[in-house]
């Protein structure tokens, strides 16, 4: 299979899982905020496939598709969102904070910017435990504006920790656009500024995004310290289920749909090949969802245990 | 002049955040998605509109939301501020227990801070464990800040205006499972009100049930439905809180239970608690607390049920002392 046609049954994988976790939520199998990564798929895509087995990814909240393509089965990520044993923590996390290490996929944070610092921390100790981690962290644009996002830009960068920041511009954060909020509409300019060597690349890409995550490795496996790449793309789902999306200009979504990544590669592969990518997503994530739901619920007498060792 | 209206409990805040930017040009309102969006939840729709650029909405950044409210109400603003989840305040503390609690203190009076933080807080169905926490014993470890829970439209919007109206920092720490709910009549445009008091849910004789935040309802379902003779003080400010009011109560019913969502261990309820048996009110049988199992929020709705006070618990606990 060639690369292009394995991105796009990734992103297809994504996808689903999403449209899955849409239809469960609204027939209230899986109840409380869930955020959707639609049309941002390349850059969990593109990312996790030059990462290694040793690597660690700190998400956020809208980090459904970030596990997938980091290896973690489907039926394990819907387990969670609906509160089955075998959910990979078993319900306690749910759709916006769970983690599943085992496939370096440290978790979601539902803290805006919170997993930076923490990546940071991966990163350090990676510098003594000789593992040769990479940690990656991804926040999206609204999170440039937290504190502790630059703060750890800036440790990363005077310790030369191995750290790659991936910041996904959706333009918005919530239902605020980020050109609102800033003066300097490039955010990358901060890690420059920083002296972090920064990106700003085509997130609807995969091929993009795996090229900037690649080199991003090499310099950090090196000893040369963190990279930034901001990755331009658009959600084409609401922030949360149930936004309206009142915030957008007219015509702005539809636009938008038309450069999503489906689509996208999708067009340059050919209607036959998509086609067969999408089925084999639709075949194993129904497969997945079926054995999910038939998963027994976590015991409840079992809520208050791991609170400490 | 005041007149009643119909309002959800969100509709209460909206309306007394309108009568603050109305009457007191010196407010401003901002925080996160809360002026052009209206709000995630909805409470400041139209108020931009209305009352123009006092009403903005600030980058992802609590801390400088915080700061920037603490150094305008310093130069005589009166900063209303939205900290979208309670659990997001957690980035921005210092400025809230070094900064704002601070200011008239070490001052000698010279500088006051008269803003408000509003914020929300609670477990709602599916909420992760950073959505989900019940915060106010953090604040009220510290003296400085004072603070207030309203759970009916009435109180939402009496509240909002004390604490607007007040010279010190505040935090109104609402509850988003309510925004939405039914309408109430709402009395509006009395006169604004002193911080502090209580009200009473249910009186009784039997008992004394001290409880804060959005379980007051399963109290009050509590009490209903067991049918004891109770006396339900809902605290609708914990800072000032009404000590005497409780006191009362108890030395006429010599017991006390205390319920609220929070951890029990360091919760608010021991220190209601320490009040009643340290005043030396005769008790007929071991004071109660009734809270969270001290326990991590996990999102999983089967075992937060596990973790969270519930009414049947509730009951149980009023069956049992008043036996
Ligand atoms: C500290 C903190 N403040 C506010 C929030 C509420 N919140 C959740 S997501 C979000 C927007 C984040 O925007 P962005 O970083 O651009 O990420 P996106 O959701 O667009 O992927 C906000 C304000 C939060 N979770 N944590
Ligand atoms: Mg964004």
Redesign the pocket.
């Known amino acids: 299979m060639s690369q292009e046609l394995a991105d796009l049954h990734a992103m297809w994988r994504i996808r689903v899982l999403e449209e899955t976790i849409l239809r469960l939520r609204l027939d209230g199998d899986v109840v409380g905020s869930v ?1 959707l990564e639609n049309g941002q798929e390349a850059i969990a895509v593109g990312a996790c496939r030059r990462l290694r087995k040793q690597d660690a990814v700190f998400s ?3 980090g459904h598709g970030w596990a997938l393509a980091r290896g973690v089965p489907p039926e394990k990520i819907l387990a969670e969102l609906l509160y089955r044993r075998t959910g990979v923590n078993g319900g306690r996390g749910g759709s916006a904070h769970f983690s599943a290490p085992e496939y370096g996929f440290y978790g979601e944070n ?5 997993g930076a610092p923490i990546a940071v921390g991966a990163a350090l100790a990676a510098k003594f435990d000789g593992s040769g981690r990479v940690a990656l962290t991804v ?6 504006n ?1 504190g502790g996002v630059t703060e750890a830009m800036n440790l990363a960068a005077a310790m030369d920790l191995p750290v790659v920041f991936v910041c ?1 511009n ?1 333009k ?3 239902l605020t656009p ?1 050109n609102d909020m800033v003066r300097n509409p490039d955010l990358s300019a901060r890690a420059h500024a920083l002296g972090i060597p920064a990106v700003r690349i085509d997130g609807n890409d995969p091929a993009e995004v795996a090229a900037a995550v690649g080199l991003a490795v090499t310099t950090a496996e090196h000893g040369r310290g963190p990279t930034f790449i901001e990755a331009a793309t658009r ?1 084409i789902t609401g ?1 949360y289920i149930g936004d309206a999306q009142t915030y957008r200009p007219a015509g702005e979504l539809e636009a938008d749909e038309k450069n999503e990544p489906l689509v996208r590669l999708g067009q340059k592969l050919g209607e036959a090949q998509a086609q067969k990518a999408e089925q084999r997503a639709r075949d194993e994530i129904a497969a997945a969802t079926e054995r999910a739901l038939a998963a027994p619920l976590t015991d409840p007498s079992t809520a208050r245990e791991h609170l400490y060792v | 002049m005041s007149e009643t209206a119909k309002l959800t409990y969100g509709g209460a805040i909206n309306a007394a955040l309108a009568r603050s930017l109305d009457q007191m040009p010196e407010t401003l309102l901002f925080g ?2 809360v002026a052009l969006p209206g709000g995630v939840f909805g409470v400041t729709r139209g108020l931009r509109k209305a009352y123009g650029e006092r009403v903005f909405d600030t980058p ?1 950044s ?1 801390t400088a939301m915080l700061g920037a409210a603490v150094g305008a109400a310093i130069m005589g603003r009166r900063p209303i501020v939205e900290i ?2 309670a659990d ?1 305040m957690l ?1 921005a503390f210092d400025q809230i227990v070094n900064q704002a609690a601070n200011v008239r203190y070490v001052s000698e009076g010279r500088l006051s801070a008269p803003m408000t933080i509003r914020t929300q807080q609670g477990n709602a169905p599916g909420a992760c464990a950073q959505h989900s926490q019940n915060l106010e014993a953090l604040l009220l470890h510290v003296p400085g800040i004072r603070v207030a829970m309203p759970v009916q439209a009435q109180d939402a919007y009496d509240l909002t205006l004390s604490a607007v109206a007040c010279d010190d920092p505040v935090v109104v720490i609402e509850n988003r499972t309510l925004y939405a709910g039914a309408k109430a009549e709402v009395q509006i445009g009395g006169q604004i009100a002193p911080i502090g008091g209580h009200r009473l849910r249910r009186a009784g004789d039997d008992i004394t049930v001290v409880t804060w935040g959005a379980i007051t309802s399963s109290v009050e379902a509590a009490v209903d439905a067991t049918g004891v003779s109770a006396d339900v003080i809902e605290a609708v400010w914990l800072n000032p809180f009404d000590t005497e009011a409780v006191l009362a109560s108890v030395r006429r019913t010599g017991r006390l239970l205390v319920v609220h969502e929070a951890n029990l261990t360091g919760g608010f309820g021991a220190e209601v608690v320490a009040r009643v048996t340290e005043s030396g009110v005769p008790l007929k049988t071991p004071p109660k607390r009734v809270g969270a199992k001290d326990s991590r929020i996990p999102a999983a709705v089967q075992l937060a049920r596990e973790v969270l006070p519930q009414t049947d618990e509730i009951a149980a606990a009023l069956k049992a002392m008043t036996r």
């Open positions: 955020h956020t909240y809208r539902s803290i805006v910017g919170a926040f999206g644009d609204g999170a440039m937290q996904e959706n918005y954060s919530e980020i959600r922030h | 996160e998605d992802i609590e979208m989840w997001f980035v």
